[in-house]
């Protein structure tokens, strides 16, 4: 269930980085729905392999260097989507990864945090 929740929470951030900036184009909803599945796909396959070849660099900017790990696979997801889901460059890649980052961090904080 949170990774439904996971998916249509990406897709709507989709949708809104979409409104407030030129660089990232979606065409629809079913479009961001469909971006965030790959997104998440990507991050249960590809993303682990990322990070561990990049591990020492990961380790010296202190974590830092995972933004651009999901940078990447965000890019990984542009290109995978076509002309249905489409980011300018890697700068807003990386400015996408950050606010989703956030976004999430926050959701998981207080929204769907689990009862203990």
Same mark, same amino acid.
Request: hydrophobic fraction near 65%; proline fraction near 2%.
């Given at each position: 269930? %949170? ?6 929470? %990406?897709?709507? $951030? ?7 900036? *030129? ?9 961001? !729905?469909?971006? +965030?599945?790959?997104? +998440? ?5 590809v993303r682990p392999? $990322?990070?561990?070849? *990049?591990?020492?660099?990961? @380790?010296?900017? =202190?974590?830092?260097? =995972? ?5 990447? *696979?965000?890019?990984?997801?542009? +290109?995978?989507?076509? +002309?249905? @889901? ?10 996408? #990864? !950050?606010?989703?980052?956030?976004? %999430?961090? #926050? $959701?998981?904080?207080t929204i769907l &945090? &689990? %009862?203990?």
């Amino acid at each position: 269930m %949170n990774w439904i929740i996971g998916i249509l929470v %990406n897709a709507v $951030l989709f949708i809104a980085i979409s409104g407030y900036f *030129t660089g990232l184009y979606v065409d629809s909803f079913l479009s961001a !729905v469909i971006a +965030s599945v790959v997104l +998440s796909i990507l991050n249960m396959i590809v993303r682990p392999l $990322l990070v561990l070849f *990049t591990l020492p660099i990961t @380790f010296l900017t =202190l974590g830092l260097f =995972l933004f651009v790990i999901n940078a990447a *696979t965000l890019l990984l997801t542009d +290109s995978i989507m076509g +002309s249905a @889901f489409d980011i300018s460059g890697f700068g807003m890649a990386l400015l996408i #990864a !950050v606010i989703m980052a956030i976004v %999430n961090l #926050a $959701l998981q904080m207080t929204i769907l &945090k &689990k %009862n203990d």
